[in-house]
């Protein structure tokens, strides 16, 4: 074999994955926040979840795009892990899809046909108002290209005239469940270190349709296929959250014990998914090459819509074994800084799905600048030295988590925003980095009324009641306007009414002026110290901002201005 057929097919796998990437990001960018909506909406139980899933994975030629999607929404509060597993299940029969397009690219030889479709591709892209359909048909001929080439290489290497090959696979029993499991094995490996099973799904059918790879091999191959691309997504969500790992290793133990019942009937079930395609594994001298990729795609697909048949019944289950092998931690995860849905993960994601989990690390900031702030309410009515010290300082360690949320997730989106995006979605990252800018400036906010706080509990005075009451109210309106602020970031902005938050600023404008001009009477009669009244002010004010900074924030997201 010369070493430039080999760094044929090394090219052509780099340009079939490299081909499902760009149709698969084209689609999600001409579905744009639908499918994320479809994956939301559509899981009421597990058989539209098992529907959406399907959806889902064939329209965007991903099941790992989809289980990205999946495991985000999980983390997110929803979906629940039940309801995760059927999509992921579903996803699984919609990812035999890829299966069935490579199947057609090894039957037909599309090696004239791509070039006018990347000529069509090349002139819609750009236009730009038809770019992700240049995009899309792009990734399709190169995959079919790739698929092509594949193919005439196949021919070309003339594997089952070399005898040396030949006699490799010859000395395996292809009757032999050692034989079967050891190319599992080899499959498994194999998919997770090209981390792709589509290429190694292409070159079993180079292998089968050459002759020399037997077609039971080259099924147990497919099998490995299925491990091994759970294995990927299992390592990413090591640094993922407690439900994301569940939904992962939930995918696993759907494919092993899809794996093992299959071995338990391992030649009849191959004999069966044979039969459907009119192929004879007995006589593999009748030799079809577009017959033996279809056998492959065929039997992937009766694989994954039997196992799916048999396992949706006990998704409680599964769900349950997952919950027992993968426990929570017993640390609060709290009083640390992590990101927990942008942190560390490996697994292949498209820009639209990164913003995704950008805005629920967002949300997750909101959440915690508002507990942030219910630390700081404690903290005025908490008289110990001990208690005081104690809430005082994890009020400076949420202050530093915030400064390194704000930095990590700018950086992130930054590198987001290298890639090639939507205009809609150049603006969801504008509006986010504002957002996170915003949400920084209320972090400090809630420290710098700390600090007022902690500068009055180490004075020789106190506040009057009136002035408690005063802080109290001040606080209640601050929090509304903080609880309304997270209503937006957790729901969706077509429901939300922004003119809640417009009035609530005002209220808190309005009772600062009047506090203001309270204050300066307050310190004339004599009622207390101007030094008091002026710590007394630095809070009532800090709190404006504060309101001032949430309402940038609801701005932000709702993309307008108040008038």
């Not at 630390?375 to 202050?399: C, H, M, P």
């Not at 209220?507 to 101007?530: A, K, P």
């Amino acid at each position: 074999m010369s070493i430039w057929i080999i760094f044929k097919i090394i090219g052509s796998l780099a340009l079939l994955i490299y081909g499902m990437k760009v149709m698969s990001e084209a689609l999600q960018k001409m579905a744009g926040s639908q499918l994320r909506h479809v994956l939301g909406t559509m899981t009421k139980n597990r058989f539209t979840g098992l529907l959406t899933g399907m959806f889902v994975t064939t329209s965007v030629q991903s099941s790992t795009a989809t289980t990205v999607m999946t495991v985000s929404f999980v983390n997110a509060g929803l979906l629940t892990l039940s309801q995760a597993i059927s999509v992921i299940m579903g996803a699984n029969i919609g990812t035999t899809f890829t299966a069935w397009i490579m199947s057609l690219g090894f039957s037909f030889n599309f090696t004239n046909i791509v070039f006018p479709v990347f000529f069509i591709a090349i002139i819609l892209i750009y236009r730009r108002r038809y770019r992700y359909v240049g995009d899309f048909l792009f990734g399709v001929a190169f995959m079919f290209f790739a698929l092509a080439t594949l193919s005439n290489t196949g021919k070309e290497m003339d594997l089952a005239h070399n005898q040396s090959v030949v006699e490799f696979f010859s000395s395996f029993d292809v009757t032999s469940y050692f034989t079967i499991i050891a190319f599992l094995i080899i499959g498994t490996v194999l998919t997770f270190c090209m981390q792709s099973s589509a290429a190694l799904m292409a070159i079993t059918m180079v292998l089968c349709s050459s002759g020399v790879l037997p077609i039971y091999m080259g099924i147990a191959l497919v099998l490995g296929e299925n491990i091994g691309t759970t294995i990927t997504s299992n390592l990413a969500a090591m640094t993922a959250n407690v439900q994301a790992r569940r939904a992962a290793f939930a995918h696993l133990v759907f494919n092993v014990f899809g794996v093992i019942w299959v071995l338990c009937c391992f030649y009849p079930f191959v004999n069966m998914a044979c039969n459907l395609v009119g192929y004879n594994p007995q006589e593999p001298s009748t030799l079809d090459a577009a017959k033996l990729s279809v056998v492959l795609a065929a039997f992937h697909t009766s694989f994954n819509v039997c196992n799916t048949f048999i396992l949706i019944w006990f998704i409680p289950q599964i769900k349950n074994f997952c919950c027992k092998i993968i426990k929570p931690k017993a640390k609060d995860e709290e009083e640390d800084f992590r990101l927990h849905y942008i942190g560390g993960q490996s697994i292949m994601k498209t820009p639209e799905l990164s913003v995704l989990e950008a805005q629920k690390e967002i949300q997750s900031f909101a959440e915690r600048i508002q507990r942030m702030f219910g630390f700081v309410r404690q903290l005025l009515g908490i008289s110990n030295d001990a208690e005081f010290n104690k809430l005082f300082t994890r009020i400076e360690k949420y202050e530093s988590i915030s400064d390194n949320m704000e930095i990590e997730i700018a950086k992130y989106l930054d590198g987001v925003s290298d890639a090639h995006l939507s205009d809609d979605t150049k603006a969801k990252i504008r509006a986010m980095l504002r957002e996170i800018s915003e949400l920084e400036s209320i972090g400090d906010s809630c420290y710098n009324i700390a600090r007022s706080i902690n500068r009055k509990k180490k004075g020789k005075e106190d506040f009057t009641d009136k002035q408690y009451e005063h802080l109290h109210q001040m606080f209640e309106l601050t929090e509304d306007s903080l609880t309304q602020m997270n209503v937006l970031l957790l729901g969706r902005k077509d429901n939300f009414d922004i003119n809640r938050s417009f009035n609530i600023e005002n209220e808190i404008n309005n009772f600062r002026n009047q506090l203001r001009s309270q204050n300066i009477n307050d310190v004339n009669n004599h009622e207390y110290t101007y030094g008091i009244g002026t710590m007394y002010m630095d809070i009532i004010s800090e709190c404006e901002r504060l309101g001032d900074y949430v309402v940038n924030v609801v701005e932000a997201r709702m993309g307008t201005r108040k008038k």
